[in-house]
């Protein structure tokens, strides 16, 4: 394994994002390289490597592919490269996949889900995955990962009128930092959706609870209603009709505190509507007796 390059590493005048040098000097061989060539960078020293250069290297990566850690022979001391792949998400390979396609086809539009990406993610796997084997349903992975992450992924349904046509939003080369942030987004219509449901679900609770409240005032009015048309023949009977109806009352009132008993939100509706029923009654009694009494006193003053 090389020691030591050909030429003199430090006097190399590379630009400002360190892609280029203005010698055209790069790797072990000293040589040029195109666009297009798939290049590994020692991330000690920086300089550029040709991939079919590198010996711990078997298979061809992905253009614009960074995620790796790689030392070179000469910053190695002659011992040997230190490459190692990083632990990919979904999200990652598919859009390095897209990335890598738009860049070999730029005039091509739209990638194919299974024809295209899946196939090129397929072929590429070992390099991609090298300690993961395949599972039965990793093509279905890809296409979830494309439907939900809307951020990165565009679906060309609208220009084609077909489902699983797919591009990046923006072609542009991967770095670690844009998978740091959220790549889901949901568009317009998926949130005018969202309130809608909102909506529809609140207008349901609404009438849920208009529901509940008139049946309790059907059961607490039963007993009104049919006050406001008794007939009275003696204070005797009367109070022994009184009896009756107060027990009725509350047997029908036991009988639904007892079905409403599963329902909070409505046996709260239930105490609130008896307490208010009993401070009604209280009051109504009090006028009574008062009215009662009255009478009485005309009796006996009749009677004088």
Same mark, same amino acid.
């Given at each position: 394994?090389?020691?030591?390059?050909?030429?003199?590493?430090?006097?190399?005048?590379?630009d400002?994002?360190?892609?280029?040098?203005?010698?055209?000097?790069y790797?072990?061989?000293g040589?040029?390289y195109?666009?297009g060539?798939s290049?590994?960078?020692?991330?000690?020293?920086?300089?550029k490597?040709?991939?079919?250069?590198?010996?711990c290297l078997?298979?061809k990566?992905?253009?614009?592919?960074?995620?790796y850690?790689?030392k070179?022979?000469?910053?190695?001391?002659?011992?040997g490269?230190v490459?190692?792949?990083?632990?990919?998400?979904?999200?990652?390979?598919?859009?390095?996949?897209?990335?890598h396609m738009?860049?070999?086809e %730029? @005039? /091509?539009?739209?990638?194919?889900?299974?024809? $295209?990406?899946?196939s090129?993610?397929?072929?590429?796997?070992s390099? =991609? +995955? %090298? @300690? /993961?084997?395949?599972?039965?349903?990793?093509? $279905?992975?890809?296409?979830?990962?494309l439907?939900?992450?809307?951020? =990165? +992924?565009?679906?060309?349904?609208?220009?084609?009128?077909?489902?699983?046509?797919w591009a990046?939003?923006?072609v542009?080369?991967?770095?670690?930092?844009?998978?740091?942030?959220p790549?889901?987004?949901r568009?317009?219509?998926?949130?005018?959706?969202?309130?809608?449901?909102?909506?529809k679900?609140?207008?349901?609770?609404?009438?849920v609870t208009?529901?509940?409240?008139k049946?309790?005032?059907?059961?607490?009015?039963?007993?009104?209603?049919?006050?406001?048309?008794?007939?009275r023949v003696?204070?005797?009977?009367?109070?022994?009709?009184?009896?009756?109806?107060?027990?009725?009352?509350g047997?029908?009132?036991?009988?639904?505190?007892?079905?409403?008993?599963?329902?909070?939100?409505?046996?709260?509706?239930?105490?609130?509507?008896?307490?208010l029923?009993?401070?009604?009654q209280?009051s109504g009694?009090?006028?009574?007796?008062?009215?009662?009494?009255?009478?009485?006193?005309?009796?006996?003053?009749g009677?004088?």
């Amino acid at each position: 394994m090389a020691k030591k390059f050909k030429y003199d590493l430090d006097a190399l005048e590379w630009d400002s994002t360190h892609r280029r040098n203005k010698e055209g000097v790069y790797c072990y061989c000293g040589l040029d390289y195109n666009d297009g060539d798939s290049m590994l960078q020692c991330g000690s020293c920086a300089q550029k490597f040709h991939w079919d250069c590198v010996a711990c290297l078997k298979s061809k990566p992905l253009r614009g592919d960074i995620f790796y850690q790689f030392k070179c022979s000469v910053c190695n001391n002659g011992e040997g490269e230190v490459y190692e792949r990083d632990a990919l998400s979904w999200v990652q390979v598919i859009y390095l996949t897209l990335y890598h396609m738009s860049m070999a086809e %730029p @005039d /091509k539009k739209y990638f194919r889900w299974r024809e $295209n990406i899946c196939s090129t993610i397929n072929d590429n796997w070992s390099g =991609l +995955f %090298p @300690d /993961k084997a395949k599972t039965a349903t990793w093509q $279905n992975t890809v296409a979830g990962c494309l439907s939900t992450h809307s951020a =990165l +992924f565009k679906s060309g349904f609208d220009d084609t009128q077909q489902t699983g046509n797919w591009a990046l939003h923006e072609v542009a080369e991967p770095t670690r930092d844009r998978f740091k942030g959220p790549t889901k987004s949901r568009d317009a219509s998926s949130k005018s959706a969202k309130r809608e449901r909102t909506n529809k679900k609140k207008a349901a609770d609404s009438a849920v609870t208009t529901g509940a409240e008139k049946e309790i005032l059907q059961v607490f009015n039963e007993g009104k209603t049919k006050r406001t048309t008794r007939h009275r023949v003696s204070f005797s009977d009367d109070e022994d009709e009184d009896d009756k109806r107060r027990r009725a009352r509350g047997k029908r009132r036991r009988q639904n505190m007892k079905a409403l008993e599963d329902d909070s939100d409505l046996l709260q509706s239930v105490e609130l509507f008896t307490k208010l029923e009993k401070q009604r009654q209280d009051s109504g009694s009090n006028a009574e007796d008062n009215e009662g009494f009255g009478k009485q006193a005309l009796v006996v003053e009749g009677k004088m």
